[in-house]
């Protein structure tokens, strides 16, 4: 069973439109989750970082949540842009100093029509 | 992509083949990583390293293998064993290996078998 757990696997909204991305995993004990942005046949590129504490996060147009307690964090768009057309990948790590405990979700696509 | 460059963008592999992806970086990183994506799939830890002439096996390390004899170099060779080669192959690097940093992802090669 997969850890880290994204919805939905694929997106398609209107350029313009708000959007929310969602993150459910069960790696515990939990350090920070991340979210990630993969434009086509690149690497993905970090848009956020959140600690236990914390339970939201901006980036320009991104805003991400985190719940700890039901463990499950979202990516909210706001205002989409063409160059948004993406893979977007949630990224859980535990507590521990080892990149054996980082945990990739399988991505959500997006793709944003004219 | 930040200072982490992967070459070649794409690789054909015969049968009985040995092929090596090259990882280069400038960022002074300490640590780098070699992940392999499939459609579908989280990104799978194939094999890292946190300090030269040392590095541990990831999740998938069957079939491959690395070097480090240089800070600014990882090259990942994918050998015959290697059954299933096709896919995408990304390198990372971060400033010191702990799980909490952020990575840095190049701009991936693709490998495929002929």
């Known amino acids: 069973k997969n850890q880290v757990e994204q919805s939905p696997q694929s997106l398609i909204i209107l350029e313009g439109k708000n959007c929310t991305l969602q993150c459910n995993y069960t790696v515990s004990p939990f350090s920070n989750l991340r979210w990630y942005k993969q434009d086509t046949g690149r690497g993905p590129v970090s848009l956020t970082i959140m600690t236990f504490s914390e339970n939201t996060k901006s980036n320009r147009r991104y805003t991400a949540t985190l719940d700890a307690d039901t463990k499950q964090s979202s990516l909210h768009i706001t205002a989409s842009q063409l160059s948004d057309s993406a893979s977007y990948i949630c990224?859980?790590?535990?507590?521990?100093?080892?990149?054996?405990?980082?945990?990739f979700g399988s991505g959500t696509r997006l793709s944003i029509r004219p | 992509d930040g200072g982490i460059t992967q070459s070649p963008k794409y690789l054909f592999r015969k049968e009985g083949q040995n092929v090596t992806l090259s990882c280069e970086q400038n960022?002074?990183?300490?640590?780098m990583y070699w992940y392999r994506q499939d459609p579908g799939q989280g990104l799978r830890l194939i094999y890292y390293?946190?300090?030269?002439?040392?590095?541990q096996k990831g999740d998938i390390a069957e079939g491959y293998s690395v070097s480090r004899e240089k800070k600014e170099s990882f090259p990942l060779t994918v050998t015959s064993a290697q059954k299933n080669p096709t896919a995408f192959y990304l390198c990372?690097?971060?400033?010191?290996?702990?799980?909490?940093?952020?990575?840095?992802f190049g701009p991936g090669t693709r490998l495929l078998v002929l």
């Open positions: 390293s946190q300090i030269v002439n040392d590095f």
């Open positions: 960022l002074n990183h300490d640590a």
């Open positions: 990372a690097s971060s400033i010191s290996g702990a799980n909490q940093e952020t990575q840095y």
């Open positions: 990224v859980v790590s535990a507590p521990r100093s080892s990149a054996s405990k980082i945990i």
